[in-house]
């Protein structure tokens, strides 16, 4: 039996909730490898649109789609639709944790993967012949690529690892800067990106609460609404708020962490 697709605003979201299913009554054999791998195929473009959130941070893309595919397999192997939550609940913050893990554990020092490498070193060639033969200005990329057999992207790529084969302090004066050092072009991760993952982690979650409850967490952190005037419009005491706010608030953890464990 082969997993469905249906429409979704991602594209990527496909209807396998029936498939999970099979594959959890499955015995050990071919026909549940064959439906395992299915299922981690249909799921990869999701775990690369979440790769993509990390690109810029010093690791090639190419590499984030490797690890984002290696937590993709272990959600689809751990994931238990027994619990109810969609796949894509429980997927996304996997496969967010497995990025992030990689980053923590292999991002200490430069790590430069081997096909860059090896575009380095043409890089590195085809600059030193061409400069024989384009006296009084360096070759352009075009010029570079054409030599090298490459194409112009690749020819960036390798040009790029060419100055990042050293390091330099991040107190390094930047030239021309008047004091301004390395460590002040540095930006940040954005945390709106975090915010995307934690919002498509809850949202089953929360769909699963009593409509008050969904009602006073709307108006409390969309409408911004205090307490006390959530009380008054809903004619309840702001203790009572108080404590379904906290009561959600641990209902919606418990649940993440189960989906997560």
Not at 54 to 75: H, I, M, P, W
Not at 226 to 244: D, F, K, N, P, Y
Request: glycine residues 6%; contains cysteine.
């Amino acid at each position: 039996m082969r997993a469905t697709s249906r429409s979704h605003p991602h594209d990527d979201a496909p209807d396998t909730a029936q498939a999970f299913v099979r594959l959890d009554e499955l015995p050990e054999g071919p026909e549940r490898r064959a439906l395992r791998d299915e299922l981690v195929e249909l799921w990869l473009p999701m775990a690369e649109r979440i790769a993509v959130r990390f690109r810029g941070r010093g690791e090639a893309l190419e590499d984030l789609y490797q690890v984002a595919a290696l937590g993709l397999v272990k959600a689809v192997d751990h994931y238990d639709p027994a619990r109810g939550r969609a796949f894509e609940a429980y997927a996304v913050p996997t496969i967010t944790g497995e990025i992030k893990r990689h980053f923590r554990d292999h991002m200490w020092t430069l790590h430069v993967p081997r096909r860059v490498q090896e575009l380095r070193n043409r890089v590195r060639v085809a600059l030193k012949e061409l400069d024989q033969t384009t006296p009084g200005r360096p070759p352009t990329v075009a010029e570079i690529a054409t030599w090298a057999q490459l194409t112009e992207e690749e020819v960036r790529a390798g040009m790029e690892a060419l100055d990042c084969y050293s390091t330099l302090s991040l107190d390094a004066e930047v030239p021309g800067g008047d004091g301004y050092v390395l460590g002040d072009t540095l930006g940040a991760p954005d945390p709106g990106y975090d915010l995307i993952v934690d919002r498509a982690a809850a949202e089953p979650c929360l769909q699963g609460l009593p409509e008050r409850d969904r009602f006073i967490l709307y108006l409390r952190f969309f409408r911004g609404m205090t307490q006390s005037r959530i009380a008054e419009q809903l004619g309840i005491s702001q203790m009572h708020v108080s404590r379904l706010l906290s009561a959600c608030f641990d209902r919606l953890r418990e649940e993440l962490l189960a989906e997560t464990g």
